[in-house]
């Protein structure tokens, strides 16, 4: 008992010694957290506020630094597939897309966004001029329309909370339980808060922040979007609605949304933005479009990288051409499709299968290198994927599956690959290239092909200790004038259309007239989207807004756009046939990694809302067929 008597004592001293000194203990500033006041008051921190709120905006394919890993979605559901290690094989078995799949509902980055708006004037206005405020708060709100744009196109109609919620703690939360918006009403706040914004947002010329243009840009894709599916979903069966018009545009607005696509889209292209056209090398120029970070006239918003900055991301490292790696732990993860590849079409009008067997099929097509195959395409597959024996970096990457010896017994070949990169045949000629293709071992091309764009071609930049400053692209001018040129289309506007379509193309090579209004479709301008803005976060969302989806992805192994295909060089042993012996050959099938089917469902074209929302707020209503 004198010992317990001596503990209360001795804890009754400390609570009167924190009684008493409360003032310098208790009740002191904390020096980690910064108030409003003083954020409104320090330029470097508004700065450093409005950085980080552009670095959140959302993407589902974008690069990112160190530890982001969104480029591995291109895997799942772009022209690619998986390449890498085995413990992220499961990207070649997706049975089927979840329902929530793509969901975003970001109501945090909102309230942060609404947040920021409101406090620029409360506590911004002893330090900053009106006319810095009001490009302040124009770009917080380019920001939120952007975010509202990648939870509708996921989501379709969600809240409109455009102030703060408060709550009063007297209990009862349910005054701040938001209900859906209309989809359209999504789009028409998108519309709206571009327009008002646009001159007063400032930054001309600048990339990596909002101008008048980069909003213009962002109204042209949100409203190409709006259209698309208010008359393509109402073609679909079953049409995916709901009662109170949460999810589904009604028909009768389809050419409204087109109409102010177009419109902005003129207005982008009416700036002082042009077609990159720099290089002669057509496919090296392509490649530079997107890359290129000096003089480059295109690009018109990105999420930037600066190694100055140690701001740098590992996309290279990761995906760089196997033979030509500079770490030999960097990886070769992400290889596009043989299906990518053969949609780009000859110049000279022809689709773009390539020929690997003779009219009759009764034998293969012989090439003396195996870069033939590829001669006469469109200069964007140069200039977005690494094909075999094609040149990077100064270096050519060779691609090899292995040999074909001719059996003159069996009248036949007999194929003869093996389980090592980079090894030779008998003859003391290569086998198998250093680059593969490889049907199993892990980090090599299990398609025959390499990315090209977004691959960082400076020294250094796929190892671990140098890395990349590429940027990512969100806006530029060829999505423009393809956007431009689907919306008249839509529109009727024929001679518009094909103007803005063969810009695009003459710089891929082709005629400046190649297109007509005779040859022009909507099928063409699908397929142009497809070929100028592989690997760029659009095809999977072209896919959905076009209703078109669930046709591509069958999930029928027999549907060739469903399921991923490759392309395998083989060196030919003949000896005594001069016609043959050393040439090329090659061999499409299905990717021998890629597994299952790729299976888009009806109710994949909208997100479902999680569980815990609808249990937090009833009124949020639940999405078709989830």
Request: net charge neutral; proline share 4%.
């Amino acid at each position: 008992m004198k010992n317990i008597s001596k503990y209360i004592i001795f804890s009754l001293v400390l609570l009167l010694s924190f009684s008493s000194c409360k003032k310098n203990f208790l009740e002191r500033e904390p020096t980690t957290i910064v108030t409003d006041d003083q954020l409104w008051k320090d330029p470097k921190l508004i700065i450093g506020l409005l950085a980080n709120y552009y670095n959140r905006i959302p993407t589902d394919m974008g690069l990112t630094d160190q530890a982001g890993s969104q480029w591995r979605n291109m895997a799942d559901y772009d022209d690619a597939m998986w390449s890498g290690f085995s413990n992220e094989e499961g990207r070649n078995n997706i049975v089927s897309y979840d329902r929530g799949r793509w969901r975003l509902y970001d109501y945090g980055f909102v309230r942060d966004l609404n947040l920021a708006i409101e406090n620029v004037d409360k506590f911004g206005a002893a330090t900053l001029s009106e006319v810095q405020r009001t490009q302040l708060k124009a770009e917080f709100r380019f920001i939120r329309a952007y975010l509202y744009f990648e939870m509708v196109k996921r989501m379709g109609g969600v809240p409109l909370i455009t102030t703060q919620l408060i709550y009063n703690f007297e209990g009862d939360p349910t005054y701040l339980q938001q209900p859906r918006a209309k989809e359209a009403e999504v789009y028409d706040f998108i519309a709206s808060e571009l327009d008002a914004v646009k001159n007063d947002i400032a930054n001309d010329g600048s990339k990596g922040r909002a101008n008048k243009y980069t909003c213009m840009a962002l109204k042209s894709r949100a409203m190409l979007y709006a259209g698309s599916i208010a008359k393509y979903n109402a073609l679909l069966t079953p049409t995916i609605t709901t009662t109170g018009g949460e999810v589904g545009i009604p028909a009768s607005r389809a050419d409204e949304y087109f109409q102010k696509s177009l419109e902005a889209s003129k207005e982008v292209i009416a700036g002082p933005y042009a077609l990159y056209t720099s290089n002669p090398n057509l496919g090296e120029n392509f490649y530079e479009a997107v890359v290129k970070k000096t003089n480059n006239p295109e690009v018109i918003f990105v999420r930037d990288f600066l190694t100055t900055k140690a701001k740098k991301h590992g996309f290279t490292y990761d995906n760089i051409a196997r033979g030509i790696r500079e770490d030999n732990l960097s990886s070769s993860n992400i290889t596009p499709s043989l299906n990518l590849v053969e949609n780009y079409e000859y110049l000279d009008g022809s689709e773009g299968k390539l020929k690997t067997r003779n009219a009759g099929n009764t034998d293969y097509i012989y090439y003396d290198h195996t870069t033939d195959i590829f001669a006469g395409k469109d200069a964007r597959l140069y200039g977005t994927i690494i094909f075999p024996g094609a040149p990077f970096k100064g270096l050519t990457v060779d691609m090899q599956a292995g040999v074909m010896v001719w059996n003159a017994a069996t009248n036949s070949y007999q194929t003869v690959e093996g389980p090592d990169l980079g090894t030779n045949y008998t003859d003391n000629k290569p086998l198998i290239a250093a680059s593969g293709p490889h049907r199993s071992i892990q980090e090599v091309s299990n398609t025959g092909f390499y990315l090209r764009k977004y691959i960082d071609a400076n020294g250094g930049a796929s190892t671990r200790g140098i890395q990349s400053d590429v940027w990512w692209v969100w806006f530029r001018l060829g999505e423009i004038y393809l956007n431009a040129s689907e919306a008249a289309f839509e529109l009727g506007q024929t001679n518009d259309a094909l103007t803005y379509a063969n810009l695009i193309r003459q710089r891929a090579g082709f005629g400046a007239n190649s297109l007509t209004s005779a040859t022009l479709t909507i099928s063409k301008i699908r397929n142009e989207r497809r070929n100028e803005l592989a690997f760029e976060d659009h095809r999977l969302w072209d896919l959905k807004r076009w209703r078109q989806a669930d046709k591509v992805w069958t999930g029928n192994s027999d549907s060739p756009d469903a399921v991923v295909s490759a392309l395998y060089p083989y060196r030919v042993i003949r000896p005594g046939d001069a016609a043959r012996d050393g040439k090329y050959i090659f061999v499409k099938m299905t990717a021998p990694r890629f597994r299952s089917p790729r299976f888009f469902q009806i109710f994949n074209y909208y997100s479902s809302f999680d569980q815990n929302v609808i249990n937090n707020n009833p009124k949020i209503v639940q999405n078709p067929f989830n």
